[in-house]
């Protein structure tokens, strides 16, 4: 089989195993457990397809290797592999019937984000069908991929600090202030971590536009279609967190939604960070 089909095989059992599961547990948090690890292994076999010989692709391997373990470990820490489901698909569930539901889950949970973690990947099958010699612009592009790893690691790291000391401030009876992050990174975008996200897959497809020599390519729609996965989540997140947070309107009203930027001029309302 080619490379390709071997990730389209991969992909279809993965796709099986997360709705199987979904159904028997009621927990619709499979493919976000799966999410930082098949991408790994779509790239890795792409790299196999060349016999590791092509310098690109190692490196393109290496760096979507080095995404997964951080994400992992962020996902594992706050306890994603031990059943715990994101609230997200809670609230959606309460809003629509069990039908609706689990059309919702095997179309959009399920078949569009296991399609969309195939999708970001195929800039590898582009180096693949294009072995170009690795040259200075590649090893920019990886500088560039090492740096927003970095940053989403950076961001990632102050969300978790802050919730730890805002579920120590709950335990000691004090109600924390300010109620959600805005300070470091989050100071200049409201999710940072999203940013850096969708930068480092941006600049996956860069290295395969690199190898063929265009960026006029099809496997843009693997980043493009992230980042409208992003933006829907982010506006229904943020709906949220209104409701949760009053003062969380005056935050979207001072801080970039996405690209991180300079703050605009903090209104009376503003809490003190």
């Known amino acids: 089989m080619t490379p390709l089909i071997v990730v389209i ?21 499979w493919v976000d457990r799966l999410w930082s690890i098949v991408p790994v292994i779509y790239v890795w076999v792409f790299a196999a397809g060349s016999g590791f010989t092509d310098a690109r692709l190692i490196l393109m391997a290496v760096l979507v290797t080095l995404w997964g ?11 994603g592999y031990t059943g715990m489901e994101d609230y997200r698909w809670a609230i959606l ?17 399920v078949l569009y984000q296991m399609a969309l973690l195939v999708l970001i990947t195929l800039p590898a099958l582009t180096a693949l069908e294009n072995p170009t010699p690795f ?18 690691t950076i961001a990632d790291q102050q969300q978790w600090n802050f919730h730890r000391w805002k579920q120590a401030e709950v335990a000691a009876g004090r109600e924390p202030a300010p109620r959600f992050l805005q300070t470091g990174l989050w100071r200049y975008s409201r999710h940072p971590n999203f940013f850096f996200e969708q930068t480092q897959w941006w600049l996956l497809f860069l290295l395969g536009a690199s190898a063929a020599g265009t960026v006029m390519l099809w ?11 992003f933006v829907g989540s982010t506006i229904f997140t943020e709906s949220i967190s209104r409701e949760k947070y009053p003062e969380y309107a005056d935050y979207q009203a001072r801080v970039s939604a ?16």
């Open 69 to 79: 373990a951080r994400l992992t470990f962020n996902f594992a820490r706050k306890g």
């Open 93 to 109: 569930r309460a809003r629509m019937s069990a039908a609706q539901f689990q059309v919702f889950n095997l179309l959009f949970i």
């Open 219 to 229: 496997t843009v729609a693997g980043p493009a279609l992230l980042t409208v996965l």
């Open 135 to 152: 040259g200075p612009l590649d090893a920019l592009i990886g500088i560039a991929f090492l740096a927003a790893l970095a940053g989403e």
């Open 9 to 29: 095989v991969i992909a279809a059992a993965a796709s099986a195993f997360v709705w199987v599961s979904s159904l028997i547990t009621r927990d619709t948090s």
């Open 258 to 273: 996405i690209v991180p930027w300079f703050p605009r001029r903090r209104t009376a309302n503003t809490m003190t960070a």
